[in-house]
């Protein structure tokens, strides 16, 4: 059995495909704000600024009754409508050797766009499960984010 794989869902979203690349590329400090689950509770910068590719970024998060931080280095795909987040440092590493959540956003017509979300990991043992927690908690930040775009 391998110890490398990726995991990802994809769902309808009801607000524009670039209203969510936007929100991760130019106001990720936001998220936390627009947290209905209280998944993201917090995310600063660590090097760099809020919207440049390369930038260092530590997040804070809540999932199935744990908190953790995920320090990661963001890759941004302007055409692609693609936030890759390339894990450096944080509680997932106990269990993965790599890390690296993807979210991209894509226009499907006027109204409402696809949302994909996958990570690709290594898992450090075959014990280790393949991380479906942290594919709800990416789902669960962007239907987060489709229900405060919807308000606004």
Not at 7 to 12: G, I, K, L, N, T
Not at 55 to 62: D, F, G, L, T, V
Not at 72 to 78: A, I, S
């Given at each position: 059995?391998?110890?490398?794989g990726k995991?990802?869902?994809?769902?309808?979203i009801?607000?524009?495909?670039?209203k969510?690349?936007?929100?991760?590329?130019?106001?990720?400090?936001l998220?936390?704000?627009?947290?209905?689950?209280?998944?993201?509770?917090?995310?600063?910068v660590?090097e760099?600024?809020?919207?440049?590719?390369?930038?260092?970024?530590?997040?804070?998060?809540?999932?199935?009754?744990?908190?953790g931080?995920?320090k990661?280095?963001?890759?941004?795909?302007?055409v692609?409508?693609t936030?890759?987040l390339?894990?450096?440092?944080?509680?997932?590493?106990q269990?993965y050797?790599?890390?690296?959540?993807?979210?991209?956003?894509t226009q499907?017509?006027?109204?409402s766009?696809?949302a994909?979300v996958?990570?690709?990991y290594?898992?450090?043992?075959?014990?280790?499960?393949?991380?479906?927690?942290y594919?709800?908690?990416m789902?669960?930040?962007?239907?987060?984010?489709?229900a405060?775009?919807?308000?606004?």
């Open positions: 059995m391998s110890l490398q995991v990802e869902a994809e769902f309808e009801t607000a524009p495909a670039d969510f690349y936007n929100i991760f590329k130019i106001e990720a400090h998220v936390p704000n627009t947290s209905q689950t209280g998944s993201i509770t917090g995310v600063q660590h760099g600024d809020w919207e440049t590719d390369g930038s260092i970024k530590i997040w804070n998060y809540a999932i199935e009754g744990e908190v931080t995920f990661e280095r963001v890759e941004l795909d302007e692609n409508k936030i890759t390339n894990g450096l440092e944080g509680d997932v590493f269990y050797k790599s890390f690296k959540p993807i979210y991209q956003f499907k017509d006027e109204g766009s696809i994909k996958s990570i690709e290594e898992k450090l043992s075959e014990e280790v499960a393949a991380p479906d927690k594919i709800r908690l789902t669960n930040i962007v239907k987060d984010l489709d405060h775009f919807v308000k606004a």
